[in-house]
C-alpha cells in the first residue's frame, strides 16, 4: 500500500488542508485500488518521506470517469532540493528519492467539482495513468514501506485561479 499525507496551505486565501490517499497495490498483478480521507495518517508506523511542491498557476477543465466536470491544478516541484526522511539513504536511494518525489509530483493533483467549487470539497487526486508508470518504474518494497508526506504551498489561492478561469 502507498501512503500519502498532503498537507496543502494557501497562502492566499490562509486556509489549511489535510488529506491523505492510500493506494492499495496487488503485488502480483499490479491492481489496486483508492481511498481518499480528510485527516491524515499516523506516522508511528511508517519511515517518512517528505519534500515540498508548488501549486501550479494553471486551471485545467476536465471531464471525470464518472462525467463530472472538475478543475484541475497540478503540482509543480520546488527548486528545494532538501527531501526529509528518517531513512538511511545511500548515495542510489537519494537520487532514486528525487526521482520518487518527480513521479509523485507529477502524479498528484488539486480537483475541485465545477459545481460544488467550495473549500471543503478540495481535494487531492491520484492521476491513474501516472500511478501505473509509478508502480512499474520503482521497487514495490520501496514505494510501499513508506508514508509519503507532501506539503503543497499555494501563493495564488486556488479558489481565485478557478475564479480568473471561469471569468476568461
Same mark, same amino acid.
Given at each position: 500500500?502507498?501512503?500519502?499525507?498532503?498537507l496543502?496551505?494557501d497562502? @492566499?486565501?490562509?486556509?489549511?488542508?489535510?488529506r *491523505? /490517499?492510500k493506494? =492499495?497495490?496487488?503485488?502480483?498483478?499490479? +491492481?489496486? &485500488?483508492?481511498?481518499?480521507?480528510?485527516?491524515?495518517?499516523?506516522? @508511528?508506523?511508517?519511515?517518512t518521506?517528505?519534500? *515540498? /511542491?508548488?501549486? =501550479?498557476?494553471?486551471?485545467?477543465?476536465? +471531464?471525470? &470517469?464518472?462525467g463530472n466536470?472538475?478543475?484541475?491544478?497540478?503540482?509543480?516541484p520546488?527548486n528545494?532540493?532538501?527531501?526529509?526522511?528518517n531513512?538511511?539513504?545511500?548515495?542510489?536511494?537519494?537520487v532514486?528519492?528525487?526521482?520518487?518525489?518527480?513521479?509523485?509530483?507529477?502524479?498528484?493533483?488539486?480537483?475541485?467539482?465545477?459545481?460544488?467549487?467550495?473549500?471543503?470539497?478540495?481535494?487531492?487526486?491520484?492521476?491513474?495513468?501516472?500511478?501505473d508508470?509509478?508502480?512499474?518504474?520503482?521497487?514495490?518494497?520501496?514505494?510501499?514501506?513508506?508514508?509519503?508526506?507532501?506539503?503543497?504551498?499555494d501563493?495564488?489561492?486556488?479558489?481565485?485561479?478557478?475564479?480568473?478561469?471561469?471569468?476568461?
Amino acid at each position: 500500500m502507498i501512503h500519502f499525507n498532503i498537507l496543502y496551505t494557501d497562502y @492566499k486565501d490562509q486556509q489549511i488542508y489535510r488529506r *491523505s /490517499v492510500k493506494c =492499495d497495490i496487488d503485488h502480483e498483478d499490479t +491492481t489496486y &485500488s483508492i481511498k481518499y480521507t480528510k485527516g491524515h495518517i499516523s506516522k @508511528k508506523m511508517y519511515s517518512t518521506v517528505e519534500k *515540498s /511542491v508548488n501549486l =501550479d498557476k494553471h486551471v485545467h477543465e476536465y +471531464t471525470d &470517469s464518472n462525467g463530472n466536470v472538475n478543475y484541475r491544478v497540478n503540482l509543480l516541484p520546488t527548486n528545494d532540493m532538501a527531501i526529509y526522511t528518517n531513512i538511511n539513504l545511500n548515495e542510489g536511494n537519494d537520487v532514486m528519492v528525487e526521482k520518487l518525489f518527480q513521479s509523485v509530483s507529477n502524479m498528484l493533483f488539486v480537483n475541485i467539482p465545477k459545481n460544488e467549487c467550495v473549500p471543503d470539497n478540495l481535494n487531492i487526486i491520484v492521476d491513474n495513468d501516472k500511478l501505473d508508470e509509478l508502480i512499474e518504474e520503482f521497487d514495490y518494497e520501496i514505494i510501499t514501506s513508506s508514508l509519503i508526506i507532501v506539503h503543497i504551498y499555494d501563493k495564488y489561492g486556488i479558489f481565485n485561479l478557478v475564479r480568473k478561469y471561469e471569468d476568461k
